[in-house]
T-cell receptor, first 114, second 114 residues
Framework: AQTVTQSQPEMSVQEAETVTLSCTYD???????LFWYKQPPSRQMILVIR??????QNATENRFSVNFQKAAKSFSLKISDSQLGDTAMYFC???????????FGTGTSLTVIP | NAGVTQTPKFQVLKTGQSMTLQCAQD?????MSWYRQDPGMGLRLIHY?????ITDQGEVPNGYNVSRSTTEDFPLRLLSAAPSPTSVYFC??????WGGGTQYFGPGTRLTVL
């Protein structure tokens, strides 16, 4: 079975600073997809960024970017110019290209300090 | 478009009771799924559907039934609830399998079993 590990239960960052959230995963597959989801206090799940394993280029969405290291099975999220609205739980997730399963990590609670 | 809608938003059950959580989407998505989120945990896949009339089990299917008679609706039946702290149930849909399509999540149903 696939596993997704987020080793940082809680993190904080000063407003306008940069923070990196870590995620590692375990799989024997060569093609798969990785995601970062944001869950603010409203509990809504919001897709932040998505990476396809066969693409070497790291995905970027405005202030959010990833560092995808396929050999190391690492998928970290970098948030630049942190804003108060970034305060939320962040979940790393894995999806197989061959199966229909979707696996989430346990989450990292990020607080942006004014 | 309303996106993915879920009812009810909140529910309290007694041990042994059953109920049905409703989920509907108006985006004509073929793929729909149900997740549960326990306190301090990530989301875990309960059941999913790849189209009307087709359902399959996820990671934690025991105690739940699903059906998919139309593209729009994907109800989840909770059988004989066991005592548990509040969990949140999310429904999600996507136009293709997990990796190829973004999953859109509903707002969640908060369920407590006394």
């Amino acid at each position: 079975a696939q596993t997704v590990t987020q080793s940082q239960p809680e993190m904080s960052v000063q407003e306008a600073e940069t923070v990196t959230l870590s995620c590692t995963y375990d799989t024997s597959e060569s093609n798969y997809y990785l995601f970062w989801y944001k869950q603010p206090p409203s509990r809504q799940m919001i897709l932040v960024i998505r990476q396809e394993a066969y693409k070497q280029q790291n995905a970027t969405e405005n202030r959010f970017s990833v560092n995808f290291q396929k050999a190391a099975k690492s998928f970290s999220l970098k948030i630049s110019d942190s804003q108060l609205g970034d305060t939320a739980m962040y979940f790393c997730a894995f999806a197989s290209n061959t199966g229909n399963q979707f696996y989430f990590g346990t989450g990292t609670s990020l607080t942006v300090i004014p | 478009n309303a996106g993915v809608t879920q009812t009810p938003k909140f529910q309290v059950l007694k041990t042994g009771q059953s109920m049905t959580l409703q989920c509907a989407q108006d985006m004509n998505h073929e793929y729909m799924s149900w997740y549960r989120q326990d306190p301090g945990m990530g989301l875990r896949l309960i059941h999913y559907s790849v189209g009307a009339g087709i359902t399959d089990q996820g990671e934690v299917p025991n105690g739940y039934n699903v059906s998919r008679s139309t593209t729009e609706d994907f109800p989840l039946r909770l059988l004989s609830a066991a005592p548990s702290p509040t969990s949140v149930y999310f429904c999600a849909s996507s136009y293709s399998r997990w990796g190829g399509g973004t999953q859109y999540f509903g707002p969640g149903t908060r369920l407590t079993v006394l």
